[in-house]
């Protein structure tokens, strides 16, 4: 059981815009930044997000993500096919005193 | 570029030791902290474990903390991790990553090294 929540799966057709929900609690995404990362089949997570809706150098603007309280989303619009893959949330939990990740969303791409 | 290459894995019995380690190029190594993170076959990923920059500070997953050591060398650019007493749960590729800030959560993966732990 993940301290962050987010749906297993979610989908999408090309250039549709989709979002990928990460809920958690005060000591976490309520106190901490958020960060996203997508995985691709096979290989190592990327860094996606930053400081809940920061982009690294890189990464295309089709990807935002957006804070409220305790929960967080990330937002891909104009969906391409490449954009297959898992997504995680993370954030810094206070009471823990440890990174905790969201179990992941499965996005694909119909 | 920054290129974090990791190596020591393999596969294990249960109850016996690991060390991994992790070669940092391509970035002042010193100047950021180090994360290992884990991701069993077919599940999403776990933290396991950080260290700042100057190694002074540690933090650990419940899961592993009195059996799992991070530290690193800053002299070497590399990071390691320490596994004892081995488990079947302990089966898993495990990822180095530097934090994209000086400290925070990781801002850039090695490719991982995978652990297999079984009689």
């Known amino acids: 059981q993940s301290v962050l929540t987010q749906p297993p799966s979610a989908s999408g057709t090309p250039g549709q815009r989709v979002t990928i929900s990460c809920s958690g609690s005060?000591?976490?995404?309520?106190?901490?930044?958020v960060y996203w990362y997508q995985q691709l089949p096979g290989t190592a997570p990327k860094l996606l997000i930053h400081?809940?809706?920061q982009r690294p150098s890189g990464v295309p603007d089709r990807f935002s993500g957006s804070k409220s309280g305790t929960s967080a989303s990330l937002a891909i619009s104009g969906l391409r096919s490449e954009d297959e893959a898992d997504y995680y949330c993370?954030?810094?939990?206070?009471?823990?005193?440890?990174?905790?990740f969201g179990g992941g969303t499965k996005l694909t791409v119909l | 570029q920054v290129q974090l290459v990791e190596s020591g894995g393999g596969a294990v019995q249960p109850g016996r030791s690991l060390r991994l380690s992790c070669v940092a190029s391509?970035?002042?190594?010193?100047?950021?902290?180090m994360h290992w993170v884990r991701q069993a076959p077919g599940k999403g990923l776990e933290w396991v474990a950080v260290i700042s920059y100057d190694g002074n500070k540690k933090d650990y997953a419940d899961s592993v903390k009195g059996r799992f050591t991070i530290s690193r060398d800053n002299s070497k650019n590399t990071l390691y991790l320490q596994i004892n007493s081995l488990r079947a749960e302990d089966t898993a590729v495990y990822y180095c990553?530097?934090?994209?800030?000086?400290?925070?959560?990781?801002?850039?993966w090695g490719q991982g090294t995978l652990v297999t732990v079984s009689s």
């Open positions: 400081s809940n809706n």
């Open positions: 993370a954030a810094w939990d206070d009471s823990l005193s440890a990174l905790v």
């Open positions: 005060s000591s976490n995404i309520g106190s901490n930044y």
């Open positions: 990553a530097k934090t994209f800030f000086i400290a925070g959560a990781p801002g850039y």
């Open positions: 391509g970035f002042s190594f010193s100047g950021y902290g």
